[in-house]
């Protein structure tokens, strides 16, 4: 039997019944110890700007807005996933306890299906807003935009509850040795996951947004023709507003920033874990987690609300009475 120092070892006063440390060459030390706390520090300052912003100002309570809010809270909680995360990448060795690891497995299955549900809530107001425009007041208001960010928080929970539930009735059960945080779902609960988070999800994304950008061309050419004809005076131009299409692009690259990060991580279930190097997938889950950093970065680069929002913030003007009903759009 292979004789084990006791400092390889997670707990060395358990001995035997301990994980191991493992050792990780420079370059993932880097990567564990600088990139990805500073990325999550990062993301949780930028999305509470992102938070702050559209709760403060009354200008900003949109039902789009609402979404964006919504995605937020999930990125803010993503963000502080991986400062526990590199706790944990770090050594493997989980020091925390199976109750807490078992907190960190709900949480991270909790914030992965609220994200992908907000994103197809996205994609569902920018359909309406760019294929119905005239109705888009109608049917997309703030009240049935809270009800439905409420119903997938709710949704959300009840999932984690379905997929997690082993892990939730019995903490460590998974675990083979003490230092170890296993996440792990069955096979139906895995398949379960895949078709609900990942499959039936994206096609819808793509679908909608598919929609959203074959319906935005042919306005735009229709306009273009009726400019180019001098018809332009006489035409009544039923669609889209210019701001409407301005923020389908924006949120189109989002949703597109979103997916790009996220297929890959989800990737690796439908290939199957052993195919591939854990470095390979350790990678995979930081582009989905380094996504939730993006997004805020991608609202200061297109929307000058957001902007003037955190010039606002960081100057303290929020604090001075009536900053509520500033106008930042």
Known sequence: MERVNRSELCFPQLANLSCRKSSSSFSEGVFLSVLLPSTGILTVLLNLLVIVAISHFRQ????????LLSLAITDILVGLLMMSAVMYMTSSCW????????????????????????MVLISADRYVAICNPLQYNVKI??????????????????YCWIILNEQIVHPGKFNSCYGECVIKADI????????????????????????VF????????AMRSQVTRGKVLNFVFIGPKKSELKAARTLGVLVFVFLVCFCPYYSVSLIGDNRLPSKFKSYFAYMYLFNSCMNPLIYVLFYPWFRRAIRLIVTLHILCPGSRDTKVM
């Open 95 to 118: 020091m925390l306890g199976d109750i807490l690891c078992c907190l960190f497995a709900l949480t991270l299955v909790l914030v992965t299906t609220a994200s992908v549900g907000n």
């Open 188 to 211: 139906i609960g895995g398949i379960f996951d895949v078709i609900f988070t990942f499959i039936l999800p994206l096609t819808v994304i793509i679908t909608l947004y598919t929609r």
């Open 141 to 158: 208001t703030l009240k049935r935009i809270q009800i439905s960010v409420c119903l997938c928080w709710i949704s959300s929970l009840l």
């Open 214 to 221: 074959v319906i935005a061309v042919s306005q735009a050419r």
């Open 60 to 67: 900003l309570h949109t039902p789009t807005n609402l979404l």
